[in-house]
Each structure stands twice: as C-alpha cells, then as structure tokens.
C-alpha cells in the first residue's frame, strides 16, 4: 500500500497537526510505503518571512521523524527538492476548474476579510493534488480539515483519466476515528489552528509543560459537570477526544475514567497527560534539531527516492497529454 501526505511549514505545529497528521502518519507508515513531505511550496500561498522560512522547513522535517516516522522505512523529504510536484501542478491546472476550486471552504475562510489574497491560495488544492497523485497513492492520512481537498485530488484525477487516458490511481483519504479535528481551547466552535486560532486555546508542540497546564486549566468549559460528549459540550466534547488521544485509548473509555468527577479534576488530568506524550517527542526533536547534517542528509536520501518514484507519472502526463518527447542529445 502506498501512503502519501504533506505538511506546511507555517509557523510552530501544535496539537491539531499531531493528532490530525503527526501521529497518524507514524501509525499509517507501519502499513505499507510511506511518503511524507514538507509541502513548502505551499507555505507561499499566505505571507512568510523568507530569513526564518528555512529553519522552519528544517524544524518541521526533524518533528516528522521526533513524531515516529522511521528514516529506515518511510521517504520523508521537502516538496520544493523534487521538481515533478511543481511541474504536475501546472499540468493539472489543464483539467481543474475555477468553479471547483471558488467552492473550497478553505479558501473561503482564509481570505475572508483580506485586501489581498495570492493566486497561490487560490490554486494550492491544484498542487496538494499533484502531490498525492505522483505518487500513486493509495491512502492519504490527514485531518478532517483537508477532506475536500482530497476528495479533488479525487475528482481531478478521474477527470484527467477519462480525458487523456489511465495515468493515475485514485486515492482515498484516512481521518483518524477521534482527534480528526482538535478544536481551540478558548473557541472550540473553531479548529485549532497556527493562523485561526487564539494563542490561549492553542497548544503548541514545542510549549513548556506549565504553558501547557495554563492553557487546560483556562479551557473553556460548559454548563453542567459531567465529563461527557455531547453537542451542546463543545469544549468538554474536545477535551475529552484531546485525553482520548493523548492517552491512545477511546473518548468512551475516558468518559467511564471521569465518571461523576466533575471538570476541574479533568481539565488539570488532560494537561498534564498531553505533558507526558509531548516530552519523549520534543527530547528526540531537540535531539535531531541539533545535527543540522544529519537531518539535511536524511531529507536529500528522501528526495532521491521521491524523484526516482514521482518520475515515472510526470513523465506519463506529459506523453498522454501530448508534449513533444525530450531527447538527449
Ligand atoms: N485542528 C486540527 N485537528 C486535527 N487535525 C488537524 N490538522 C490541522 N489542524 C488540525 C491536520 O494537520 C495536518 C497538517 O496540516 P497543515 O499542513 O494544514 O498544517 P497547518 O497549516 O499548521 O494546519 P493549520 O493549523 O490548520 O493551518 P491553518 O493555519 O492553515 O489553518 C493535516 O493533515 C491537517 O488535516
């Protein structure tokens, strides 16, 4: 089974990326062939601060592997060293629609309110699709934030099957069965994120352990005591998926666990059990973080193997699409 997924390199990833992507890429990676990337060319789709853009690539890669993707065993490498991405992105631009890319919620919320917003916000789905298809892929594990942009992936590739020929698989997306959307602690009607999200109700990866307690103990809550989930529970509902993932057991067995204990016992129990899951994490970042060599090896061993794979269906669109064949002279 081939896996493909990517992950921007936008600022510091918190717990919404791990439980969304991090963690679910470790456990996908175990089941087959694994690519995983740092879709940096997809970070210029919002403004970025170039002098800081590439430690936050390299910060990104050393969280993929500090997360438990093995080098051994899965591809880990940064979009921008395999050319085919940009390329594809290009080529399938042929078969993607303005309607269809007009209709993402993404877009909608990101350039919501802004004076100026880049063609590249507009079009990224087009790239994201690239990235999965090059590849063909099989399962793409991501959050539930991204599932229209895979269900396009989707839609492009049947279309650009039917109107040139078979060249892609069609891939389907993995959202985890609890955490697929890890809400803000101060706002849990809107998901945890690094541009959306308010700094209180955001736990970052990299945060110290009584940053960490502060952000739980202020969580919101709701009225009533039970720790349970229900519709009108929006923040106890997301803490309880946050404890379930953190502990790696199920939002049912949490809610049995916190029976009758009321929210204040609960709040400080989830801090402090996200405390124990992100300390082996941040200790193995800091780890490879500190071998800038050895990391930028790692990454260049994952782009060989991502060109010499990707290379094969780029070269495949541009025959069925009819380009003129290049020689070697
Ligand atoms: N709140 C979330 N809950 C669960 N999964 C999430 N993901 C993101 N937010 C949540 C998943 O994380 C993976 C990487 O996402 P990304 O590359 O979009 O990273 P990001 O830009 O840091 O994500 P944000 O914070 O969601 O960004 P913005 O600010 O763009 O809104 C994906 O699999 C995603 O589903």
Redesign the pocket.
């Known amino acids: 089974m081939r896996i493909f ?4 390199p ?2 510091a ?10 963690r ?1 890429y470790a456990a996908t990676a175990r089941q087959g062939e694994g690519f995983f990337c740092v ?1 940096d060319l ?1 970070s210029l789709s ?1 403004p970025y601060d170039p002098v800081e853009f590439r430690n936050t690539c390299l910060d990104l890669a050393a969280m993929l592997f500090a997360t438990g993707l093995d080098p051994e065993h899965s591809t880990v490498f940064i979009q921008s060293h395999v050319s085919a991405h940009a390329e594809a992105n290009w080529l399938l631009g042929a078969v993607a629609t303005f309607g269809e890319l007009n209709r993402m919620t ?1 877009f909608k ?2 350039s919501a309110g802004k004076e100026s917003v880049s063609a590249a916000l507009f079009a990224y789905p087009v790239l994201m699709a690239g990235d999965i298809l090059l590849y063909q892929t099989d399962v793409v ?6 599932r229209q942009h895979v269900e396009l992936a989707r839609n492009l590739a049947q279309r650009f099957n039917a109107r040139f020929g078979e060249t892609f698989k069609l891939p389907r997306g993995i959202y ?1 069965e609890e ?6 602690l101060q706002a849990p009607d809107r ?7 308010t700094q209180l109700g955001t736990v970052y990866m990299l945060d110290e352990p009584d940053e960490i307690r502060r952000k739980f103990k202020s969580a919101v809550t709701d009225t009533g005591r039970e720790v349970r989930r229900a519709p009108d529970k929006p923040g106890i509902s997301n803490l309880v998926e946050i404890m379930a993932v953190a502990r790696a057991t199920s939002p049912a067995e949490v809610e049995a666990q916190y029976e009758g204990q009321g929210y204040g016992k609960f709040k400080t129990d989830v801090g402090e059990a996200v405390i124990e899951l992100l300390a082996p994490i941040k200790k193995r970042y800091l780890e490879l973080r500190g071998d800038p060599t050895g990391l930028e090896r790692l990454l260049a061993r994952g782009a060989e193997k991502a060109r010499a794979t990707s290379a094969p269906t780029l070269h495949r669109m541009y025959d069925v699409m009819g380009f003129v064949p290049r020689v070697r002279d």
């Open positions: 997924s990517g992950i921007q936008t600022g990833k918190h717990f919404g990326n791990y439980s969304g992507g991090f679910q879709v997809h919002v993404q919320d990101k594990p991501v959050g539930d934030d991204q985890p955490g697929a959307r890890i809400m803000d998901k945890m994120s690094t541009t959306g999200g």
